[in-house]
Structures are given as C-alpha cells and as structure tokens.
C-alpha cells in the first residue's frame, strides 16, 4: 500500500479551515437591504416597511429562530420592556422570524414576551434572513414550543442589526445570550443618539 506523504503543516491548515465559522451576517459599515412584510404587534397584522421606519430613526432589527421558545421568549420580553429607551434614544425595535403571521400575532400579544409593546415580522420563506447573510436551518423533527405546539417552520441564526436612516449597518449583535443581545442593541442605538 503507497503512503501518502502530508507535511505536518497541511494538517494544521486543514484542521484550522475545518474549524472556521460559516460565512458570517452582514459586517457594520455595509448597506442594510429593505424589505416589506407582513407584521403584528399586539395581535393586529399589518405592513411593515424597513424604509418608512427608518424616516423616523434608526431601527434594530433582530433575527431570531422561532416564537415562543425560551430564548427567544427572553428576548421579546427584553425588547419589550426597554422599548421605551429604545425610544428615548430615537430608534425603533422589529423583530423578525420565520414564523407565519397567525403565530406571530399570538406572539406579539403574549404579556411573558412581546406585552404588545413591539412588533413582529413574518419572514416564512426566509429571504429577509438570507438577505442579511444569515444561516437558515431547518428545526428538527419532534420540536414542540413552550406551548407545546409543534415549530413547523425553519429558523434564522439569532443577530440583531442596528440600522441608520441612510440604511447602513451601524452594528451587528451575535453569539450573545438572548439579554446581553438586547442590552447590546440598546447601548448601539444609545451611542449613536449621543452622536447626533
């Protein structure tokens, strides 16, 4: 049998590329695509438009993989009762998931995550997601929601994204627990505030 002669280094290098994390979100600085959709916020759908939001301030929108789940329960719930200095710093806050809209409405209304205060779009196809370079995955077979509903949708990776009225990424939020992710945005949209 004819060996095979791999110099150490190359080892090394195959390792350290295997071990490489897949093709991240969009970086800070880059250009946020718009979209429309349908969204809800306390139970009432309605169409949301990234442009009009941003002809008022900034806006955070964060990805997240499925409503009612724990971490993503957290981070509504977060979104929610920080609204108000999300305000306060001239930014407005949407949340998007690939859940449909009549699971989103219960969603947005529920008083444990969204209280009504923030709403939520419905990106079921996931091209919001995948526009902003975000991995997509489908949820394994069997996974049931905190109401013990089955997910039958696919999920986002969890990154949220602060997004200037000229539509550019001012910061890009991932990897964090679901609260550090929203005090994170908050203080984003605190320092651009302090900017102005």
């Given at each position: 049998?004819?060996?095979?002669?791999?110099?150490?280094?190359?080892a090394s290098v195959l390792l350290t590329a295997m071990s490489l994390p897949a093709p991240a979100?969009?970086?800070?600085?880059?250009?946020?695509?718009?979209?429309?959709?349908?969204?809800?916020?306390?139970?009432?759908?309605?169409?949301?438009?990234?442009?009009?939001?941003l002809k008022k301030g900034p806006v955070v929108?964060?990805?997240?993989?499925?409503?009612?789940?724990?971490?993503?329960?957290?981070?509504?719930?977060?979104?929610?009762?920080?609204?108000?200095?999300?305000?306060?710093?001239?930014?407005?806050?949407?949340?998007?998931?690939?859940?449909?809209?009549?699971?989103?409405?219960?969603?947005?209304?529920?008083?444990?995550?969204?209280?009504?205060?923030?709403?939520?779009?419905?990106?079921?196809?996931?091209?919001?997601?995948?526009?902003?370079?975000?991995?997509?995955?489908?949820?394994?077979?069997?996974?049931?929601?905190?109401?013990?509903?089955?997910?039958?949708?696919?999920?986002?990776?969890?990154?949220?994204?602060?997004?200037?009225?000229?539509?550019?990424?001012?910061?890009?939020?991932?990897?964090?627990?679901?609260?550090?992710?929203?005090?994170?945005?908050?203080?984003?949209?605190?320092?651009?505030?302090?900017?102005?």
């Amino acid at each position: 049998m004819k060996k095979i002669f791999r110099p150490r280094w190359m080892a090394s290098v195959l390792l350290t590329a295997m071990s490489l994390p897949a093709p991240a979100a969009l970086k800070e600085g880059e250009p946020a695509p718009d979209f429309q959709a349908q969204a809800s916020q306390a139970g009432r759908a309605f169409g949301y438009s990234l442009q009009d939001a941003l002809k008022k301030g900034p806006v955070v929108v964060y990805f997240y993989p499925s409503a009612f789940t724990g971490g993503c329960n957290l981070q509504a719930h977060g979104f929610a009762v920080n609204v108000d200095k999300f305000a306060a710093a001239g930014a407005s806050v949407i949340g998007v998931s690939l859940d449909s809209i009549q699971r989103l409405n219960d969603f947005s209304a529920d008083p444990e995550s969204c209280a009504g205060k923030i709403p939520v779009a419905s990106d079921a196809e996931g091209r919001i997601a995948r526009s902003y370079q975000l991995a997509v995955s489908e949820t394994p077979a069997g996974r049931r929601d905190t109401r013990g509903q089955a997910i039958d949708h696919a999920r986002a990776e969890r990154v949220t994204f602060v997004v200037t009225p000229d539509r550019k990424i001012a910061a890009v939020v991932g990897g964090v627990s679901p609260d550090e992710n929203v005090q994170s945005a908050l203080l984003a949209v605190q320092k651009l505030a302090a900017a102005r």
